[in-house]
């Protein structure tokens, strides 16, 4: 007997015929294993496959952040137990990975995490997640992670610590007569 599902009582019984008649046997039962499933979406609505593919947070200003929010979700038949999240990479320190919310979820819960690109050099950056849990196919369940940081070809503040976009700021520097400096 093959596909049957997970968490299911079965019943069973041996009925055999012959030319001189039939017999039945007892009637048995047995339930099949249940089992938690994680799913990982990141975006939300995008599902990911374990270890297939990058993640990737596009374009970002050196020293500046982009971040993205993933959901967990258990789509088995018990509870998803020990959830935790791990990094490791070239770059995993320009990727930080908050909190989970639980560390438990029951057969169709789920919860979610960010993860804050936030590069301190130019370049492509790459690390990996790693969300360990009792899913047995998929522990850990791992996440490719790429960024391109770039910087910035001119700042300008005015005044000091306020950065003015080009194009798009003005700043009233106030008026002096020719030849002397304003102050």
Known sequence: VSNLLPGMTYYFRAVAT????????????????????????GPAGTGLVDAIGTNDFHVTLVSTST???????????????????SKNGTHAADFIV????????APGAGTTFDITFNPAAPGTRTA??????????????SVNLSGLAVS????????VGTSLT??????????????????
């Open 18 to 41: 012959n030319s001189v008649g039939g017999a039945a046997g007892n009637e048995f039962t047995f339930k099949t294993l249940a089992f938690p499933e994680i799913e990982v979406e």
């Open 67 to 85: 971040v993205k929010t993933f959901t967990i979700r258990n789509v088995g038949f018990t509870n998803l137990a020990g959830l935790s999240v």
């Open 98 to 105: 908050s909190a989970l919310g639980t560390n438990l979820l």
């Open 128 to 141: 990996a997640i790693h969300i360990a849990s009792t899913d047995a196919d998929e522990n850990p369940f």
């Open 152 to 159: 910035p070809e001119i700042v300008v503040e005015f005044p």
């Open 166 to 183: 080009s194009g798009f700021n003005f700043a009233q520097l106030g008026s002096s007569p020719v030849g002397v400096p304003l102050a």
